[in-house]
């Protein structure tokens, strides 16, 4: 099972950006669904936004227009930035693979955390006022 590693969060201010990056020790599959999920205190994990092996992209409504989900083609190191942050963003940020995911059949979902797995320690995202 491969093990991810989440960087790059951080404290800021309402409106603020940060870049999470997340990389792999080894990451030789070709058929994927990747993304980014967070859990605040008290709440379940939530998908924030999924990326596919061949580019497909979606977002939860609550990051649409403000997040961006993308991933280096060489080293498949997968990033989030995240622009005119919320306090209500703020949370942990895990990221984590679907490698049961089989491009141009399946569909890659934000909404079911439970399909993934390689789950990293995580990245403090903290928003304030």
């Known amino acids: 099972q491969v093990q991810l590693v989440e960087s790059g969060g951080g404290s800021v201010q309402s409106g603020g950006s940060l870049r999470l990056s997340c990389g792999a020790s080894e990451f030789g599959y070709s058929d994927y669904c990747m993304g980014w999920f967070r859990q605040a205190p008290g709440k379940e994990r939530e998908g924030v936004a999924v990326i596919d092996s061949i580019k497909n992209t979606n977002y939860a409504e609550s990051v649409k227009g403000r997040f961006t989900i993308s991933q280096d083609n060489a080293n498949k190191t997968l990033y989030l930035q995240m622009n005119s942050l919320k306090p209500e963003d703020t949370a942990m940020y895990y990221c984590?693979?679907?490698?049961?995911?089989?491009?141009?059949?399946?569909?890659?979902?934000?909404?079911?955390?439970?399909?993934?797995?390689?789950w990293g320690q995580g990245t403090q995202v903290t928003v304030s006022s």
């Open positions: 984590a693979v679907d490698l049961s995911f089989i491009t141009g059949s399946d569909y890659c979902s934000v909404s079911s955390p439970a399909d993934f797995g390689g």
